[in-house]
């Protein structure tokens, strides 16, 4: 028997890539998986071939002794309890995003995780992209220096076919164009660019798409806590291909993609040159580095330590988001980012 048991809560277009992913690691089994409509958790789990019980609740999950890590892949509104309970009863939780709909429950779920001690991770997957791993790679090798501005953007227009449709385009589930996907580019702003201080953005409304129940275009520009500059954007309702930007210019050299200059580190360079890689090209999850994350997370839970995208680091992107959802309220106002922090640290304290 393999030493983790798995039980999946969600049954949707990514749950098939957890199966897939727990399906073949040598350190974890399927023991189950829930889905709020009966009959379609058993249909997943037997098109990957993978003989496990269906929960008739999610309550029946967190009974089963045989589950160590906890996998929330629904719709966003349970997942804060799904945390909080994995935490509680002592299991390993993957926490597909955006972690919350509200930066209150953001921290009352990080809350549990951290009284419990529990290991998590957050699936900002494109974290486990190779050219962001690179991108990283070069930065901490100091080819950028210090940063003087960064940008990042989630281009990714809907489309109907999108089995989660549905529920994103609703202000209810999906929440909005940050919270849907535009949250990816923030974290990997704040993993390659550093801490984001303060943001102020704009929204505007629906020309293609009238099914959107938010804003689904909204640009935001910002400053980190180094005093640099940059600029977030995410864009849903527009004719154009899935996109995905990061930009890191510094006083060292640049990054843009997978193209990099620095006229210190490669004297004899006449301009950019390009690094062949995987890039983030599209918004199918299959293309998505799921093996990647699911096997830091079992290297982390093994030897002890924390995930560098638990949700102790990553409560930190979602204070970003919730900062730019404020900022659209208040018609484009600077928000700090710490405000929105400390505000949550109350609430979930009064609680």
Same mark, same amino acid.
């Given at each position: 028997?393999?030493?983790?048991?798995?039980?999946?809560?969600?049954?949707?277009?990514?749950?098939?890539? /957890?199966?897939?992913?727990?399906?073949?690691?040598?350190?974890?089994?399927?023991?189950?998986?829930?889905?709020?409509?009966?009959?379609?958790?058993?249909?997943?789990?037997?098109? &990957?071939?993978?003989?496990?019980?269906? /929960?008739?609740s999610?309550?029946?999950?967190?009974?089963?002794?045989?589950?160590?890590?906890?996998?929330?892949?629904?719709?966003p509104?349970?997942?804060?309890? &799904?945390?909080r309970?994995?935490?509680?009863?002592?299991?390993?939780?993957?926490i597909?995003?955006?972690?919350?709909?509200?930066?209150?429950?953001?921290?009352e779920?990080?809350?549990?995780v951290?009284?419990?001690?529990?290991?998590?991770?957050?699936?900002?997957?494109?974290r486990? +992209?190779?050219?962001?791993?690179?991108?990283?790679?070069?930065?901490?090798?100091?080819?950028?220096?210090?940063?003087? /501005?960064?940008?990042?953007?989630?281009? +990714?227009?809907?489309?109907?076919?999108?089995?989660?449709?549905?529920?994103?385009?609703?202000r209810?589930?999906?929440?909005?164009?940050?919270?849907?996907?535009?949250?990816h580019?923030?974290?990997?702003?704040?993993?390659?660019?550093?801490e984001?201080?303060?943001?102020?953005?704009?929204?505007?409304?629906?020309?293609?798409?009238?099914?959107?129940?938010?804003?689904?275009?909204?640009?935001?520009?910002?400053?980190?806590?180094n005093?640099?500059?940059?600029?977030l954007?995410?864009?849903?309702?527009?004719?154009?291909?899935?996109?995905? +930007?990061?930009?890191?210019?510094?006083?060292?050299?640049?990054?843009? +993609?997978?193209?990099? /200059?620095?006229?210190?580190?490669?004297?004899?360079?006449?301009?950019?040159?390009?690094?062949?890689t995987?890039?983030?090209?599209?918004?199918?999850?299959?293309? &998505?580095?799921?093996?990647?994350e699911?096997?830091?997370?079992l290297?982390?839970?093994?030897?002890?330590?924390?995930s560098?995208?638990?949700? &102790?680091?990553t409560?930190?992107?979602?204070?970003?988001?919730?900062?730019?959802?404020?900022?659209?309220v208040?018609d484009?106002?600077?928000?700090?980012?710490?405000?929105?922090?400390?505000?949550?640290?109350?609430?979930?304290?009064?609680?």
């Open positions: 028997m393999a030493k983790y048991g798995v039980g999946i809560l969600g049954a949707g277009w990514v749950a098939g890539e /957890y199966v897939r992913v727990f399906r073949d690691h040598p350190l974890t089994e399927i023991v189950g998986a829930y889905n709020r409509t009966p009959g379609k958790a058993a249909s997943l789990l037997a098109e &990957h071939g993978v003989e496990a019980r269906e /929960y008739a999610d309550d029946e999950l967190f009974e089963d002794e045989r589950v160590h890590i906890v996998v929330s892949c629904t719709p509104n349970p997942r804060p309890e &799904h945390i309970k994995a935490a509680q009863t002592g299991r390993h939780v993957v597909e995003k955006p972690i919350a709909l509200t930066m209150a429950e953001v921290e779920a990080r809350r549990a951290a009284e419990a001690g529990v290991r998590t991770v957050t699936s900002f997957v494109l486990w +992209n190779p050219m962001l791993e690179t991108m990283r790679r070069l930065i901490d090798e100091g080819v950028i220096g210090d940063l003087v /501005y960064g940008e990042a953007d989630y281009w +990714n227009p809907s489309e109907k076919w999108f089995p989660c449709y549905p529920w994103l385009i609703t209810s589930e999906g929440g909005s164009a940050f919270l849907t996907g535009g949250c580019a923030v974290d990997a702003l704040r993993w390659l660019g550093g984001i201080a303060e943001v102020s953005a704009f929204g505007g409304p629906p020309r293609r798409n009238p099914d959107y129940e938010y804003e689904p275009n909204v640009a935001v520009s910002l400053r980190f806590e005093g640099a500059v940059g600029k954007s995410a864009l849903l309702d527009a004719d154009t291909p899935y996109i995905f +930007n990061v930009r890191l210019f510094g006083t060292e050299g640049t990054l843009q +993609n997978n193209r990099v /200059y620095s006229s210190r580190r490669y004297p004899g360079s006449l301009g950019y040159w390009e690094f062949p995987i890039t983030p090209d599209t918004a199918d999850v299959a293309h &998505h580095p799921f093996a990647g699911i096997d830091h997370l290297q982390c839970i093994e030897e002890g330590r924390e560098h995208a638990s949700i &102790h680091d409560a930190r992107s979602m204070a970003v988001v919730f900062a730019i959802e404020e900022s659209l208040r484009g106002a600077p928000v700090k980012v710490e405000d929105v922090l400390a505000a949550a640290a109350s609430a979930s304290a009064s609680a």
